[in-house]
């Protein structure tokens, strides 16, 4: 795994309920809100380093507030071992306290990728959530359990290989989120279309109602 590390963030330890959480914090000017990315799934090479990641990053850094991505239990420096899901939102969890209480943040932005974006869905049951950004979101083989409380935004890529655009469209009709778009030309890591998925976030943050 390739550790890559974008400039004034800084790598912190986090303690969680399997031992030492690895983390990335970038610190924000914006009192507000602040937002937090789970990644892909771990049995299949996810991590916090991974660039669709990073690219979430990079759109919450852009709107100068406080960012945290970090690796589930057995990824990278992370104790513990896959968990199926439960335990890796429980991670998420953890994290999400602990960058709402580093930046006195009233509300926190929870963003996912993949099997992540089940992960950061799930976890608005549990921490005070301004939106929720799912992208590429695996509804066919995750759990999405809890309530639609906060803002929903799904961005799909349009020539998604590993998660249907159709199932994420059907997932969608019955969720009714608030946003929903289609990135076209766009593979599931979004290979020469990070920009735009950088944009497209960067435009649900900055039209949100939140004050």
Not at 197 to 210: D, M, N, P, R, V
Request: a negative charge.
């Amino acid at each position: 795994m390739q550790s890559y590390w974008l400039g004034n963030e800084k790598e912190v330890t986090i303690p969680g309920e399997c031992g030492n959480i690895q983390a990335g914090y970038s610190e924000g000017i914006n009192s507000k809100t602040c937002l937090l990315v789970c990644h892909p799934h771990p049995l299949h090479q996810g991590s916090m380093f991974n660039k669709v990641v990073t690219t979430i990053i990079k759109a919450g850094r852009k709107h100068q507030i406080s960012c945290l991505r970090f690796n589930y239990r057995g990824v990278g420096k992370s104790a513990g071992s896959f968990d199926q899901g439960k335990g890796e939102m429980n991670d998420a969890v953890t994290c999400g306290q602990w960058l709402l209480d580093q930046t006195n943040c009233e509300a926190i932005w929870l963003v996912g990728f993949s099997f992540g974006a089940a992960i950061a869905y799930n976890a608005q049951a549990h921490l005070p959530s301004c939106g929720v950004i799912l992208v590429c979101p695996s509804v066919v083989k995750m759990d999405f359990l809890a309530d639609h409380q906060a803002s929903l935004s799904i961005i799909q890529a349009g020539d998604d290989e590993i998660i249907s655009p159709e199932d994420v469209a059907n997932w969608a009709k019955k969720n009714q989120p608030n946003h929903y778009q289609i990135i076209n030309q766009a593979s599931h890591f979004f290979h020469g279309k990070l920009l735009v998925l950088q944009e497209c976030i960067e435009a649900i943050i900055e039209k949100s109602s939140y004050p």
